[in-house]
């Protein structure tokens, strides 16, 4: 740790600012370059599925009166059979049926049902179930998937899907998950259900009718978009304006101010990153960047604690000298909190997948952004407001 | 304060939060899946389990009976004793000593008084399972998979329908009775119980946990349930009543459904009539004998109202059909006048009404109360919805994906949890170990918190939660930090620890204060995935600080007070 009693804020606060400035405005500058955000599904308007590539191993199709739905679930398979008022389940655990071949005998032993083996060796275990599931049977066979390994390039993906026009399309997890993640705006005279076949039928062509799984489904239409927007917008809002006045009233009308603008600056600098780094945002990033607010706010308000305390009991030795001392104070604290939450956030940075993966990665950034803000330039404002308002108590001596 | 009052606090939320969390761990770790998928049906659905089961049961009793009646009762119907105990008591009769299969059914008047204690203690088992289940932690679809919709009103069909402009509060009428109709076709729908809530003025949502199966949400929405007009047979009905008092036992097969009894002959089939109970489940009132041949299908129903008979003050139902129904229903009803018509919904009759004259496309029923009138007209109208409904965002989840998402979250916060924990112990020694002590206690206040106020946990709810080990761990640090602050000043172990906690104090409560704050805005005013973080955020933070300002405390205050001049170990620099 640093062996002076004090952390040069004020001296630095050019730099800090100058910093601050910078790289907001490379933010605001990606942003028009990029032409916005690289919106989630549920910030703009149209479908979002999440496909994983796998060969269907059994064809099942029921012939009969009863209401019968198959359903899977980590590890077992569910048949249930509903008639004028009576329900029988029958239960196919993995553990006692370990191949496709015995869910295959098994299921054919229940009456009405018949079974299409297509490939028997395939592990239980490894049936997947997605969009489409618990699934009603009928007449038109319906296919049950198997995760096998092998690999599918992302371009034959976007391939398959070329005749839709402008799709987007990133890989989820390893390459031999084969799984991907497609989204597609809406057109003009299209519905959901029309959006969903015409993605089904165009990899229905490349990878076989029921080649694959559609893992997750987003629809969402152009009106909720708009309401998530606004109500995303409002609820920050407010928040900031009561805790605004919660610090007005705790400390003083300075650093209730120097509090808010530094909070701002971390909800900016969250855009900006994002943006440089192309990142998605979504309804969880809403979450994150709430929470950094809460978690930057938190080390500002033990950090003014302190200026507090620190100008009650040495008022003579000037703001400067002890905004100076409370940072280096505190530092010790705020490193030691901002590293265990860094470290209780990594795991999920680095292991997750999908929404939770990228709010841990904006949570990092807001993390370090946050360091820098409550130590450098929270302060640095405080300086300057204070200095501004000629009603400062503590007279600036030291300079 | 004294320690020991501190110490009973401790222990009370300590308590409480283990009494909060038992339903969550009961449900989730002793509860097999089958009996948990029996459970988490509809209560129509756990009626006919236990029907069905109260059926077998009957006779496999009847069977040992016939066997051989000295035999000792097996144990799995040992809980028909209590029921057989107390039939015995009130017929003024010794208890027997020794429990054979003889000895039950003399403790039964007959065999239906038997198959009703059967029925309803397998009725009670899983109501209270249910019950117990919606007091577990629910995890949300994300998590489980599913399927929600949310629904908007089609305003514009409406009025166009209408053919006059509709007011703000006719619309949410409306919507309302969108909501009431799809509720009661949650009976055909199959497992979990889907949740409909209004939001907003206009918008409807929909929960379905389990299924994410766009058909059969499409179809629930259209409504597959089929309504139709029979005539019923009178004299077949009494003849079938007699019969089914005089055997309990046929009444129903092992599913659950009513038994066509042989004496029926062709063309005629035994029905349920049935009259909704005060808990909204359909209850059994009687047996009719109704005609296979439909009279009138509920596709030419137009529209169902409830209103009062002008002359007798009686409530009834008029229901409009269209020309083609009008003609079917007039010659249906003008030659069958002076018998009785029933309206048959799913199979069940849900009402009946006799005729007297021919009617043909304007309807009225009467013989109810107004309630019951309500009712039938809910079902009248349960083919058509009130006003038509569009879908504005549907997102499905896999279960696959579901229980990947699940197994992710719990690695992640558990190798989080334990880097944090090596990382206290590392840096602040034994007193980072009662930090983690505190964190500890930490997730268990919170976790038993989020399933009493019955939040359910989704993804970002588990962000919250890896959110608040790290804000929680960061009140036991300022606190540390100043307790070495006063230490290095030269005060003794226990001064230092007093002044700490009493400057870090208000520090704490501005820190958490204004985070919970930002965490209660948002848990009113975000959307539903910003709430989950919310709320789980809100909740963390009241039980860090109460970990670390009151637990903490206590725990140092004990260990001080016990190691009279020891060193306190809060710093990894040996000194």
């Given at each position: 740790m640093l062996k002076t009693d004090t952390v040069p804020v004020i001296k630095l606060r050019w730099f800090t600012l100058s910093l601050s400035i910078i790289l907001l405005a490379a933010g605001v500058l990606s942003i028009v370059l990029f032409g916005g955000f690289n919106l989630g599904v549920d910030f703009e308007s149209g479908l979002s599925q999440r496909i994983q590539i796998a060969p269907t191993g059994l064809e099942v199709a029921y012939d009969g009166d009863l209401d019968t739905v198959l359903s899977i679930s980590a590890n077992a398979l569910t048949v249930e059979q509903r008639g004028e008022g009576g329900v029988a389940t029958k239960l196919l655990r993995f553990s006692e049926y370990p191949t496709s071949g015995d869910i295959a005998t098994a299921l054919g032993g229940i009456e009405g049902i018949s079974v299409r083996v297509i490939d028997g060796s395939l592990k239980s275990g490894?049936?997947?179930?997605?969009?489409?599931?618990?699934?009603?049977?009928?007449?038109?066979?319906?296919?049950?998937?198997?995760?096998?390994?092998?690999?599918?390039?992302?371009?034959?993906?976007?391939?398959?899907?070329?005749?839709?026009?402008?799709?987007?399309?990133?890989?989820?997890g390893d390459s031999d998950s084969r799984t991907f993640q497609i989204r597609l705006g809406i057109k003009e005279g299209s519905n959901q259900a029309s959006l969903e076949a015409e993605v089904a039928d165009a990899l229905g062509k490349t990878f076989g009718k029921d080649g694959f799984v559609i893992l997750q489904s987003d629809y969402i239409g152009p009106k909720f978009s708009a309401t998530l927007i606004s109500s995303s917008i409002l609820a920050i809002s407010v928040a900031l304006a009561l805790i605004l006045v919660y610090v007005w009233i705790?400390?003083?009308?300075?650093?209730?101010?120097?509090?808010?603008?530094?909070?701002?600056?971390?909800?900016?600098?969250?855009?900006?990153?994002?943006?440089?780094?192309?990142?998605?945002?979504?309804?969880?990033t809403i979450a994150a960047l709430l929470t950094i607010i809460g978690y930057s706010l938190n080390n500002?308000?033990?950090?003014?604690?302190?200026?507090?305390?620190?100008?009650?009991?040495?008022?003579n030795m000037g703001l400067r000298a002890n905004i100076d001392r409370s940072v280096r104070q505190s530092l010790s604290r705020t490193l030691m909190s901002s590293l265990t939450t860094l470290l209780a956030i990594l795991p999920l940075a680095i292991f997750a997948s999908g929404d939770i993966r990228l709010f841990?990665?904006?949570?990092?950034?807001?993390?370090?952004?946050?360091?820098?803000?409550?130590?450098?330039?929270?302060?640095?404002?405080?300086?300057?407001?204070?200095?501004?308002?000629?009603?400062v108590q503590i007279e600036d001596k030291a300079k | 304060m004294k320690k020991r009052n501190r110490l009973a606090i401790v222990l009370v939320v300590v308590a409480l939060s283990a009494y909060f969390l038992f339903p969550t761990i009961k449900w989730y770790g002793f509860v097999?899946?089958?009996?948990?998928?029996?459970?988490?049906?509809?209560?129509?659905?756990?009626?006919?389990?236990a029907r069905g089961q109260a059926t077998r049961e009957l006779r496999a009793l009847k069977d040992l009976v016939a066997k051989n009646a000295d035999a000792p009762l097996p144990s799995e119907y040992s809980f028909l004793k209590s029921a057989a105990k107390e039939n015995y008591k009130a017929m003024r009769q010794p208890v027997p000593k020794k429990w054979t299969v003889r000895a039950l059914f003399a403790g039964f008047y007959n065999e239906q008084n038997m198959f009703d204690a059967i029925e309803s203690y397998h009725r009670t088992r899983l109501?209270?399972?249910?019950?117990?289940?919606?007091?577990?932690?629910?995890?949300?679809?994300?998590?489980?998979?599913?399927?929600?919709?949310?629904?908007?009103?089609?305003?514009?069909?409406?009025?166009?329908?209408?053919?006059?402009?509709?007011?703000?509060?006719?619309?949410?009428?409306?919507?309302?009775?969108?909501?009431?109709?799809?509720?009661?076709?949650?009976?055909?729908?199959?497992?979990?119980?889907?949740?409909?809530?209004?939001?907003?003025?206009?918008?409807?949502?929909?929960?379905?946990?389990?299924?994410?199966?766009?058909?059969?949400?499409?179809?629930?929405?259209?409504?597959?349930?089929?309504?139709?007009?029979?005539?019923?047979?009178?004299?077949?009905?009494?003849?079938?009543?007699?019969?089914?008092?005089?055997?309990?036992?046929?009444?129903?097969?092992?599913?659950?459904?009513?038994?066509?009894?042989?004496?029926?002959?062709?063309?005629?089939?035994?029905?349920?009539y049935y009259v909704s109970d005060e808990y909204g489940i359909d209850e059994l009132a009687r047996f009719v004998v109704i005609e296979e041949e439909i009279g009138l299908d509920g596709i030419h129903l137009e529209s169902a109202t409830t209103a009062t008979d002008p002359i007798t003050g009686r409530p009834v139902v008029n229901f409009k059909l269209d020309n083609l129904g009008g003609d079917i229903f007039y010659k249906l009803t003008s030659t069958n006048v002076g018998k009785t018509l029933a309206v048959v919904m799913d199979g069940k009759v849900k009402a009946m009404a006799t005729i007297n004259e021919g009617i043909r496309s304007s309807v009225q029923i009467s013989g109810f109360t107004a309630e019951e009138a309500a009712d039938l007209a809910i079902v009248l109208r349960t083919a058509a919805l009130p006003i038509e409904l569009t879908v504005s965002s549907q997102q499905a989840v896999g279960a696959t994906l579901g229980e990947d998402a699940i197994s992710v979250g719990l690695k992640a916060i558990a190798l989080g949890f334990l880097?944090?924990?090596?990382?206290?112990?590392?840096?602040?020694?034994?007193?980072?170990?009662?930090?983690?002590?505190?964190?500890?206690?930490?997730?268990?206040?919170?976790?038993?918190?989020?399933?009493?106020?019955?939040?359910?946990?989704?993804?970002?709810?588990?962000?919250?939660?890896?959110?608040?080990?790290?804000?929680?761990?960061?009140?036991?640090?300022?606190?540390?930090?100043?307790?070495?602050?006063?230490?290095?000043?030269?005060?003794?172990?226990?001064?230092?620890?007093?002044?700490?906690?009493?400057?870090?104090?208000?520090?704490?409560?501005?820190?958490?204060?204004?985070?919970?704050?930002?965490?209660?805005?948002?848990?009113?005013?975000?959307?539903?995935?910003?709430?989950?973080?919310?709320?789980?955020?809100?909740?963390?933070?009241?039980?860090?600080?109460?970990?670390?300002?009151?637990?903490?405390?206590?725990?140092?205050?004990?260990?001080?007070?016990?190691?009279?001049?020891?060193?306190?170990?809060?710093?990894?620099?040996?000194?």
């Open positions: 490894n049936l997947l179930s997605g969009y489409g599931f618990p699934a009603t049977l009928g007449n038109e066979a319906i296919g049950l998937n198997f995760r096998t390994s092998g690999t599918t390039s992302i371009e034959e993906f976007r391939t398959a899907l070329s005749d839709l026009g402008n799709v987007r399309v990133q890989t989820v705790r400390f003083r009308f300075a650093f209730a101010v120097s509090a808010i603008v530094a909070l701002v600056h971390d909800v900016l600098m969250m855009l900006t990153f994002i943006s440089l780094l192309r990142l998605e945002f979504s309804s969880t500002a308000i033990v950090i003014f604690d302190r200026i507090r305390e620190n100008t009650g009991l040495n008022a841990a990665i904006k949570m990092s950034i807001g993390l370090v952004s946050g360091v820098y803000s409550s130590n450098l330039l929270a302060p640095s404002l405080l300086y300057w407001i204070s200095k501004a308002q000629k009603n | 097999p899946q089958e009996v948990k998928e029996l459970a988490t049906g509809s209560n129509v659905q756990i009626k006919e389990y109501l209270e399972l249910k019950a117990l289940g919606n007091k577990a932690l629910q995890l949300g679809l994300d998590l489980r998979g599913g399927m929600s919709i949310l629904l908007e009103a089609d305003v514009d069909s409406y009025v166009a329908k209408k053919g006059a402009p509709a007011s703000a509060s006719e619309i949410s009428q409306a919507v309302r009775q969108d909501i009431e109709i799809l509720e009661k076709r949650i009976d055909q729908f199959g497992v979990s119980e889907p949740m409909i809530r209004l939001q907003g003025s206009d918008q409807i949502l929909i929960e379905i946990p389990g299924a994410a199966d766009p058909e059969r949400v499409n179809s629930f929405l259209r409504g597959k349930g089929s309504l139709l007009f029979k005539m019923v047979d009178s004299e077949l009905s009494a003849q079938l009543e007699q019969y089914y008092l005089a055997n309990p036992g046929e009444v129903y097969t092992e599913t659950g459904a009513l038994k066509q009894p042989e004496f029926l002959p062709a063309g005629k089939m035994a029905a349920g880097l944090v924990v090596i990382l206290m112990f590392a840096y602040y020694g034994l007193s980072g170990l009662v930090a983690d002590l505190a964190l500890l206690l930490n997730m268990f206040i919170m976790v038993s918190f989020l399933s009493a106020f019955n939040f359910t946990v989704t993804l970002t709810s588990i962000a919250g939660l890896i959110l608040t080990l790290g804000m929680a761990v960061d009140t036991n640090v300022i606190i540390f930090e100043r307790i070495k602050e006063e230490r290095r000043m030269g005060k003794s172990d226990s001064a230092a620890i007093a002044a700490g906690f009493n400057k870090a104090f208000w520090t704490v409560m501005d820190a958490n204060i204004t985070t919970i704050i930002a965490a209660l805005v948002l848990s009113q005013l975000g959307s539903s995935a910003v709430k989950g973080f919310a709320n789980t955020l809100a909740i963390g933070i009241v039980s860090s600080v109460f970990t670390a300002l009151f637990v903490s405390h206590l725990v140092f205050d004990a260990a001080v007070g016990d190691r009279e001049g020891k060193k306190l170990s809060i710093s990894w620099r040996k000194k």
